[in-house]
């Protein structure tokens, strides 16, 4: 238990690093509960992130599988796509777990995000993110996702093999609880609405312009 905590209504961000210790995407959540271990928190879409790009300006899924975790990606003004997302984030777990609501506010499903926690700043929570994820349908079936990126991931030292087992045991103790229909699978907040008097949760001042590196430099592999 953390002795950090937020507030209803504040603005998190969440931090995704690289194994060198820079940072990758930056998301910024707005905070709808807190015990000090368990944040949970919204991020609606069309909210301002910091996204990544490779270095020649390509996406990483336009990039042959092989070279997507070792050609260097350098940090861009973005938006977070599609869909909004409440997100579960504990403190001492391998994953965080995201409620996908369409355009029209409707629960389509969940995506668990593998991830290694680093713990919180005081500006939100730091993860590394792990590749492999987990999709759960409504109905509690569930999948891997991202298997063949994890397994690139390890051959250009983005993960270790030890790192990879401790994720796909957090992705089974996952699945399980989906198959079972047990919390967070169960129902909980798929009815979520958004306080409609709140803005977009917003990034800090300046912050792309903190991580760009400066002229000249390169950029180390970023997470996803």
């Given amino acids: 238990m953390s002795d950090r905590r937020w507030r209803p209504g504040e603005t998190v961000v969440e931090r995704f ?9 930056v998301h910024p959540l707005r905070v709808l509960a807190d015990d000090g271990r368990v944040l ?12 990544s790009r ?3 300006g390509r996406h990483m899924a336009d990039a042959p599988l092989a070279q997507r975790f070792r050609i260097p ?8 796509h599609r869909t909004s997302t409440l997100r579960r984030i ?15 506010g409707r629960f389509t499903n969940w995506y668990v995000n593998l991830e290694v926690p680093l713990g919180r700043s005081p500006a939100g929570v730091d993860r590394i993110d792990g590749v492999l994820d987990v999709v759960v349908d409504r109905d509690g079936t569930w999948r891997w996702d991202d298997e063949d990126e994890a397994e690139v991931a390890i051959d250009a030292g983005r993960l270790t093999h ?18 079972r229909g047990a919390y967070p699978f169960d129902g909980t907040d798929t009815d979520f609405r958004p306080d409609p ?8 001042p300046g ?15 970023a997470p996803r």
Avoid: K, Y
């Fill in 17 to 25: 690093h690289r194994p060198d210790g820079s940072i990758g995407q």
């Fill in 40 to 51: 949970l928190a919204w991020l609606p879409a069309g909210t301002p992130i910091v996204g």
């Fill in 54 to 56: 490779l270095i020649d």
């Fill in 73 to 80: 990606r350098v940090p861009v003004p973005d938006f977070w």
């Fill in 90 to 104: 504990a403190d001492d777990e391998w994953s965080s777990v995201w409620w996908f609501f369409d355009a029209a």
């Fill in 162 to 179: 030890e790192q990879l087992d401790r994720l796909r045991a957090e992705g089974e103790r996952i699945g399980a609880l989906a198959e």
């Fill in 197 to 204: 008097g709140w803005p977009a949760p917003e990034l800090p």
């Fill in 207 to 221: 912050l792309l312009e903190e991580l760009s590196p400066r002229s000249g430099e390169g950029s180390a592999p």
